[in-house]
């Protein structure tokens, strides 16, 4: 999916390490999204942007920051890993808050591993 | 209560028939969305087709479409000739009033045969 880019696709931490999730867009759109998807539970909003220069909690934003740098980008940190954490992270972006018939469009997502 | 539910964990179907996958919804906003993705092994979320709780018709997407029945609060999704390329998760979704968010099912795990 050449729209939304996430970065790294894979990676391990150790219990208490921080790490940073990158999103890229470059599809001009104005919302980003940020879920984990679980073993059984679908997927699960942690954060999303609205526009540029906005961030609200989705249903789990425990244990998360989110930075919305600019149009484009959109990352989610976490400051001291968990194993509770260990998921698959997807980016997704609309092109436009409050359009009621747009889909979301999603980064093929970062498998993160935390030991 | 879960708002999106998806009770078949998964389906087999043989290639070229059509195949229903079930979701109900519970929302008390009379506006809302629906919508339905599909996950291949690959991992990747590709958006089907989409259900706007005020169209008149049953959405469709060349062999997708979207049984939408308003007062049993459900909107299952029919894939009609099925390909082997058809098998994946499939996820339901719903957007409640004018908020972004989006909440989804636990998924179907559609598996075509030949």
């Known amino acids: 999916n050449a729209g939304v880019t996430q970065t790294p696709k894979f990676q391990v931490l150790k219990t208490g390490q921080s790490m940073t999730l990158q999103c890229a867009q470059d599809?001009?759109?104005?919302?980003m999204y940020w879920y984990r998807q679980d073993p059984g539970m679908g997927l699960r909003l942690i954060y999303y942007?609205?526009?540029?220069?906005?961030?609200d909690k989705g249903e789990v934003p425990n244990g998360y920051n989110v930075s919305r740098l600019n149009k484009r980008e959109f990352s989610l940190r976490l400051e001291s890993a968990a194993p509770s954490q260990t998921s698959v992270y997807f980016c997704?972006?609309?092109?436009?808050?409050?359009?009621?018939?747009?889909?979301?469009?999603f980064g093929d997502g970062t498998r993160l591993s935390i030991l | 209560a879960q708002k999106i539910t998806q009770t078949q964990p998964g389906m087999f179907v043989q290639e070229k028939e059509a195949v229903t996958l079930d979701c109900t919804y519970d929302?008390?906003?009379?506006?809302?969305?629906l919508f339905w993705y599909k996950q291949p092994s690959s991992g990747e979320m590709i958006f089907l087709i989409y259900?706007?709780?005020?169209?008149?018709q049953n959405a469709t997407e060349g062999r997708y479409s979207l049984n939408f029945q308003k007062a049993r609060k459900s909107a299952n999704l029919v894939i009609s000739a099925s390909q082997l390329g058809d098998s994946a998760m499939y996820f339901c979704a719903m957007r409640e009033g004018f908020t972004d968010k989006l909440i989804f099912g636990t998924g179907t795990r559609l598996q075509v045969f030949p």
């Open positions: 997704a972006t609309k092109g436009q808050a409050g359009y009621s018939n747009q889909p979301q469009h």
């Open positions: 259900q706007g709780s005020y169209d008149q």
């Open positions: 929302t008390s906003d009379p506006s809302y969305g």
């Open positions: 599809m001009n759109h104005n919302s």
């Open positions: 942007s609205a526009s540029e220069g906005t961030t």
